[in-house]
């Protein structure tokens, strides 16, 4: 079984910055692709950021690009979400999540397992 186990969220004004962090259970880590997905209230899941298994591919959601950095470190099982130039509209909770595969999408159903989330605040 997979756990995964997300870190760092927090309140922080606009303009501020905040590094999620997503431990991650088993000995496969380095197997699979990893995201990053946010939910606000009243809101349908988003897709946040997307890394392959070794690192080498990142991709982003729009809301994403130019400010969030997705990072890995297998060594230590653990995914970061680098977030800058935050905006209120960045208020959700923030999940990380494994790929079915190696490369990852940025669609829900291809990730198997989920973090129980950190909510991240940030003020106006």
């Known amino acids: 079984q997979v756990q995964l186990v997300e870190s760092g969220g927090g309140l922080v004004q606009a303009g501020g910055s905040l590094r999620l962090s997503c431990a991650a259970s088993?000995?496969?880590?380095?197997?699979?692709?990893m995201g990053w997905f946010r939910q606000a209230p009243g809101k349908e899941r988003e897709f946040v950021a997307g890394i392959s298994w070794s690192g080498g591919a990142t991709y982003y959601g729009d809301s994403a690009k130019g400010r969030f950095t997705i990072s890995r470190d297998n060594a230590k099982n653990t995914v970061y979400l680098q977030m800058n130039s935050l905006k209120p509209e960045d208020t959700a909770v923030y999940y990380c999540a494994r790929s079915r595969g190696i490369i990852g999408t940025m669609t829900n159903d291809d990730y198997d397992y989920w973090g129980q989330g950190t909510q991240v605040t940030v003020s106006s």
């Open positions: 088993g000995r496969t880590f380095s197997n699979y692709a």
